[in-house]
């Protein structure tokens, strides 16, 4: 019986099927084509542009090391690969196949082979699943864009100064979340400043989907801070005399 190893991968969107639900498709490929599925390498929340996966390095290795394996299978190219170069995801495809290696697709039944059918339709789906990456970072940073023109966070960490200013759907503020140093969180109330919770650590607040989040200069303590490192550095000190000041 001719022994397949297979790959899975789910990328950091997490908008792909599971990996157990490709798994299971791979396993049943095989049996359908009387294959022995030795083992499936994985990778989970790594986007496909990146070649240094861990899970995909030693399906390369055994793909070409291994004597024993006929055939290697996964669900589609672009659980193998989104390259930013075609030609990189040739060239994976390329090193199997030189190796004595069949690979195959189940999701359409196709087989990478040295046709010239093959390759020209390899170039274009692996073309395709780059521009794929390629236009969803246009279409995130004019997002992004979007929310910092209407004075809106973009996400991300809060840079110190600042806390979240929580408004609802008519623009009004509900709520100030406040980080403190120890890792938990104050919940403030916007027009009295008075706490209303006190949230532990490894507790963080959420949003509603109708609500939105814009920035606000938090305590005074730490306004005054920040603006004191600016005050220093535009006067020349040192970075490491303005960090000392601060411990």
């Not at 390095?57 to 793909?63: H, I, K, P, V």
């Not at 390259?83 to 995801?89: N, Q, T």
């Not at 550095?233 to 000392?244: F, H, N, S, V």
Request: glycine fraction near 8%.
């Amino acid at each position: 019986m001719i022994k397949a190893i297979g790959y899975v991968r789910r990328s950091s969107d997490r908008q792909e099927e599971s990996l157990d639900q490709q798994r299971a498709k791979l396993e049943a490929f095989a049996n359908q084509h009387g294959w022995q599925l030795e083992c499936v390498y994985s990778d989970d929340a790594i986007s496909g542009s990146d070649l240094s996966r861990p899970g995909l390095e030693q399906l390369m290795r055994d793909a070409t090391d291994r004597e024993d394996i006929g055939v290697v299978l996964a669900w589609d190219r672009n659980r193998i690969a989104r390259p930013k170069d075609a030609v990189d995801g040739l060239l994976l495809e390329r090193q199997i196949i030189q190796a004595g290696k069949r690979i195959f697709y189940a999701a359409t039944g196709q087989e990478a082979d040295r046709s010239f059918a093959s390759g020209l339709i390899s170039y274009v789906e692996h073309f395709q699943n780059g521009d794929y990456l390629r236009k969803l970072s246009r279409d995130t940073a004019r997002g992004l864009i979007s929310r910092a023109e209407r004075g809106l966070w973009a996400g991300g960490p809060i840079p110190f100064g600042y806390d979240r200013l929580i408004l609802d759907d008519r623009g009004k503020p509900r709520l100030i979340v406040r980080d403190q140093y120890d890792g938990t969180q104050v919940l403030i109330d916007p027009v009295s400043g008075d706490v209303t919770e006190h949230l532990p650590k490894g507790r963080r607040h959420k949003k509603q989907d109708h609500e939105v989040c814009t920035l606000t200069p938090s305590e005074p303590a730490r306004v005054r801070a920040v603006q004191r490192i600016f005050a220093d550095c535009a006067a020349g000190k040192p970075i490491r005399q303005i960090r000392d000041r601060l411990e």
